[in-house]
């Protein structure tokens, strides 16, 4: 990390870091280490949460523009994290949390049931190689983890500029029998709650199309 993330990690972790139980991995969450919304933001919001949130442009500028929510940004890099902190301090984001976990843990331990209002994916890491694909974040197991995390009617909001992961998105969630369309056509209308990042701007730049795509949890019997 630079100089400014090792004094951001240092000096804001307590505020804005969620502590978390761990089971055998460095990023994972221990079964059973649960917290509670409303203790950690100290208030009952609207809850969203960012999967793979990167250096957090799009969960600091949505927090900071959104003070009546709660916001959520889940990433494994430190690095990352720390300049998250730097901004949403510098940005007053004072309704934004962080954990330094695995996202599929994170929403099957940390999270309760149906807590989340929203959850997103931006950008997710395409392994566009055949070879890699398997490691892609988006399949089944995550539709499932997603729609436990998510309360009835809550919003799962992905975004990619990877055809084929885009269209591999569609397919599983399309088949995901907790999950319907919030769309019509063949894609969904960009998200304007998005910000318009670099990482986008070079996607675009490459000659890549960016698709996004909207699902609504249905509602549980």
């Known amino acids: 990390m630079s100089e400014a993330q090792e004094r951001a990690w240092s000096e804001l972790s307590a505020q804005f870091l969620i502590s978390v139980e761990r089971d055998a991995a460095a990023t994972s969450v221990r079964p059973g280490a649960a917290v509670e919304p409303a203790a950690v933001w100290g208030r009952e919001a609207p809850l969203v949460v960012e999967i793979g949130s990167g250096q957090g442009h799009a969960i600091v500028r949505a927090a900071a523009s959104h003070p009546e929510q709660d916001f959520l940004a889940v990433e494994v890099f430190k690095a990352g994290l720390a300049r998250t902190m730097l901004d949403a301090d510098r940005a007053g984001a004072r309704n934004l949390r962080l954990v330094e976990a695995n996202a599929p843990e994170v929403l099957e331990h940390l999270l309760p049931e149906a807590s989340a209002d929203e959850v997103w994916v931006f950008f997710p890491d395409p392994w566009h190689k055949k070879k890699h694909t398997k490691r892609r974040l988006v399949t089944d197991s995550f539709a499932s983890l997603a729609a436990r995390a998510l309360r009835d009617g809550g919003m799962l909001r992905l975004a990619t500029d990877w055809e ?58």
């Open 164 to 221: 084929d992961y885009a269209r591999q998105m569609r397919t599983v969630l399309d088949d995901a029998p907790d999950f319907e369309r919030a769309y019509e056509g063949d894609w969904a209308q960009r998200f304007q709650g998005r910000v318009l990042t670099a990482f986008e701007r070079k996607g675009a730049r490459a000659g890549r199309v960016i698709r996004d795509l909207t699902y609504r949890r249905r509602d549980r019997p």
